[in-house]
Structure formats: C-alpha cells, structure tokens
C-alpha cells in the first residue's frame, strides 16, 4: 500500500483531510475525525473502506457511507476492559471525592481529624443502575458486584436476559432507573434515541445523594440540565468521562462545581489498549482493500 500519513498527534485539521482524501481508496480514522459527507465527496467513488481507531462511530456519516457501497471496520471488545476499569475509576473518584481531598491536603485544608469532614457516599448495600448493558455495561457491573452492591437495574432499547442474569439485574423503565438507583452509570451507543436522554425530567428524578457517572458520549446528557441538578443540590455528585464539546472550554460551569469530576476521554487509555486498538483498526482496513473480511466490520 501507499500510506498517506497525518503524523501528529493533534487531529487533522479539515482542509488537509479534505485535500489527503482526494482519490484514495481506504481511510483509517480517528475518534475526532468527522466524516461527512463532505468528506466522502472530496474522496471521490474510489473510496472502498473507511476504518475508525474507536467502537463508537457517531462521528462517521452511515447513511452516506452506506449509499455509496463503502465498507467499515471498528475497534469494538479490545477497549472493554479499560473503559470498565475507568467507569470504576472514576465513580470511586466521585462518590469519594478524592480530587477535592487531594487539593485540601495541598492548599493546607487538611487541619485534623472530624466526624463528617470529606464524606462521601459507598458502594456496599447499594443501588446501581446501569443505561447500556452492553459489553461495557457488564463490564463494570462485573467490576462493581465485590464491593457489595445490592441490586443491579439496566435500561437499554431491549432486556438482555442472558447477560443480566450473571448480575440477577433487572430490566426496568429509564424514570424507575432513576428513582430506585443510588449510582447512576451511562455506557450506552450514542444515538437519535439517546441523545439527551439524560435531561432536566431524568435528573428530578433522581436521589439527592445519588451519584451520575458518564463514559458513553457527551451528547447523551443534557450538560445544562446536569450543572443545574448538580448546583442546587438535586443530586450529589456526578462524573464525566465525555463531554459536548470536547475538549471542554476551560470556563465551562461544570468545571466551576467542586461535585463534578471531569476527565479528558480516557476511557480507553491504557498503553495496551490503544496498541492493540491501532493494529486492529490497520488490519480491518488491509482486509477491506483486498476484499477479505474484516476482523470486526460494522454491518450497515
């Protein structure tokens, strides 16, 4: 092959992927890449094969993609268990508020020992609700059973009775999901039916000493709805993986509320994970150019 390489770890900015585009016959991607339908123009009806260096494709054009017969290869399960180990990471990190304990020992608020003093809330004899009881969702349910939770609730598009059978998690409406769970955890695709899903009515619902976690994508979650449950108290405490945008503008209100715990979409962060994200997304896409099938092609 005859790589055409952007080498740089910022994303390719629009006219040189336009440009670089032109004429070619596969495309490898990125999670920031946006490929539209201006793009797919710009490649011309040589392009065959686009493969993307993610599980998640909402920045890829499908119905686009699809009429012009071009194939499409993901990186899905290779990032599973480092995503599940964030998920964890950072729930713990927010119901346990470690970053505001860690900058009270810095800035010299750490004085004595009191009674209430940095409490969070705990897993054990908890309520965990789960929107997306995927391969992430039963990842981190897996993940979050030793610490002694005490019941399990999933929402998705469908019950998934075999893969909640392991947790004895029950398929319930997203509003119950809400209201009975003292830990909320987002893991769901990002799609017309769940964008926003998360908003003013679903955070009403929920427990003043409940606690949101997101590692799915920004847009599932109404981010005005959440800073206004989160500043007045509605609920306790949330933390996000993903945001809209990204990279969030460093005077964002979220960023303001000592309760929200921001990361920069490290979900999948682990030297090993994106090692092996890389080779599969280069072997999805050397199949889709000789005609073979792909180790994990997204069927459209």
């Known amino acids: 092959c005859r790589v055409q390489l952007w080498d740089s770890e910022e994303p390719v900015p629009r006219a040189e992927l336009l440009a670089g585009v032109a004429g070619k016959r596969g495309l490898l991607c990125l999670l920031s890449d946006l490929i539209d339908r201006e793009v797919l123009e710009a490649a011309g009806p040589d392009l065959k094969v686009i493969s993307t260096m993610s599980v998640g494709f909402d920045h890829l054009a499908l119905e686009e993609i699809k009429k012009r017969g071009i194939r499409v290869g993901y990186t899905p399960d290779v990032l ?25 020992v810095k800035n010299g608020g750490w004085t004595t020992w009191k009674p209430l003093w940095m409490c969070g809330h705990g897993l054990s004899d908890s309520t965990v609700g789960i929107i997306g009881l995927g391969r992430i969702g039963q990842a981190v349910a897996r993940r979050l059973k030793p610490f002694g939770v005490k019941k399990f609730l999933y929402t998705g598009s469908r019950p998934r009775p075999e893969s909640a059978a392991e947790f004895e998690a029950e398929f319930v409406p997203l509003k119950r999901l809400a209201e009975e769970s003292d830990f909320v955890v ?26 949101f976690i997101n590692t799915s994508r920004g847009a599932v979650v109404n981010q005005e709805d959440l800073y206004d449950a989160l500043a007045h108290g509605q609920i306790a405490v949330a933390g996000l993986d993903v945001t809209t945008p990204e990279p969030l503008p460093t005077d964002h209100p979220l960023l303001s509320l000592r309760n929200c715990v921001i990361l920069p979409h490290i979900g999948s962060a682990t030297y090993a994970t994106r090692s092996t994200m890389a080779v599969l997304a280069a072997n999805n896409l050397l199949a889709g150019l000789q005609g073979e099938p792909m180790p994990h092609e997204l069927r459209l």
């Open 80 to 104: 599973t268990d480092a995503t599940a180990e964030l998920s964890v990471a950072l729930l713990l990190a927010a119901c346990r508020r470690l970053p505001e304990a860690v900058e009270q």
């Open 186 to 211: 987002v893991t769901c695709a990002l799609t017309p039916a769940t964008q926003g899903m998360c908003n003013k009515d679903f955070f009403s619902r929920m427990k003043k000493t409940s606690v």
